[in-house]
């Protein structure tokens, strides 16, 4: 028995030697020192801190820079080409000193992704820029992304149309100048107003062409082919163009604007031409880009593209005319080595007529259920106090793309399948020709 006691006694000894031991060490951690990465890239012109991570040890820390200062932090101002080691030295109460050093690389581009031109945002007004340096390689960006978070870049010496490098194209940091760089643009894109700009002299001008010839009504898609130079007068070596397009937003269905490059003058979109398009319905403002990317310009007249809009079915609006006014503003061209200049405001206005349904009201179309919306293969239409006797999509250009005879009493499903995504209008009619109208949207 007395032998087990003693066994106890020296058990507990020897676990309260262990447990002082180990709160012993951990109290005692040992000093240690980070920089962050080995290499740091840098902006050259602007104030770089450098604010190490210090721990264990024992408070208060003494700091020694390799620039003899003795702060907690370090301020710097890098010029462009700088590559300089700095070091850290720092010591605590315990005489423990540890050291840890990093070499500073500063650029003189700081590249906000997406912002090609050094306006301070992005927009459509980049994509020019990107178009003359399309293509082009250099060096990669070191730990790239396409925050909008400044990023030093090394140069890759030609430059852009701003007067930028060509790294600034490389929205994206990997190297190329490719469409994954329009991304970056999009994903930081700021709407501005337009700013109403007017050249001082210029031969060239747009027309959007449509004949105000009366026959545009509500509910109508509506094809406006934007013009640029005449036979007369043809433009020469235009590379690129951007511009916005005000419209008024009650008028223009949401979401119902597209833009048709078939047949354009100045390529074949997506083999040697590309476009940003970006649409603030909000705002009642349309930006459009649209380049080459082969840095081959083009001399020529005629369509340059078709703008595709719905004009919407108003409440209230039933057999009289009401204008409809599209305003062209800050309309820039741009040539293959990134010459650029204005051309003055384009405007169009047409009177459109309200005579949506000529055989008399619509149908209740509350009444009606249509889902899902957007819709990927098929459309669930559950009739209400009518039979629903054909239905109808068409494209935005008023082509029809499906239709069906059939009289429906109860809800079932229309097959979507084949149809290309994209906004269409789905038309419900009744045995006496009345109809419904609803925008439908084709996901894949
Ligand atoms: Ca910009
Ligand atoms: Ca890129």
Redesign the pocket.
Known sequence: MKRLLTLISLLLQTITVGVLFFSQNLFAQALSLDLGEDTLYVCANEVTTLNPTVSGGTSPYRYLWSDSTTQPSMSYLPSAGDSLWIWLEVGDGALQSVRDSALLVAFDNCIWPGDMNGDGIANHQDVLEWGVAAGASGPLRPRAHTNWIAQPSPDWGPKLPGGHDFAYA?????????L??IQAIDKNYVRISPQGIIPPTSGTSMVLDVPNDSSTNVGDTLRIPVVLGSPANPVGSLYGIAFSLQYDNSIINSSSIVIDFDSSWLGDYQVDMTAMIKNFHQDGQLDIAVTRMDQQARSGHGKLFDVIVTIDNIAGKNGEAFPFNLDAKDIKLINALGHSRYIPTSSLSLDIFAEFNPNGPDLPQAEITIYPNPATTSLTIMPADQAIEQVRLTDVTGRTVRTETQRRENAFSWNLEGIRPGIYLLSLYDSSGQWITQKIQLVP
């Open positions: 490389d929205a994206n940091g990997n190297g190329l100048v490719h994954d760089d």
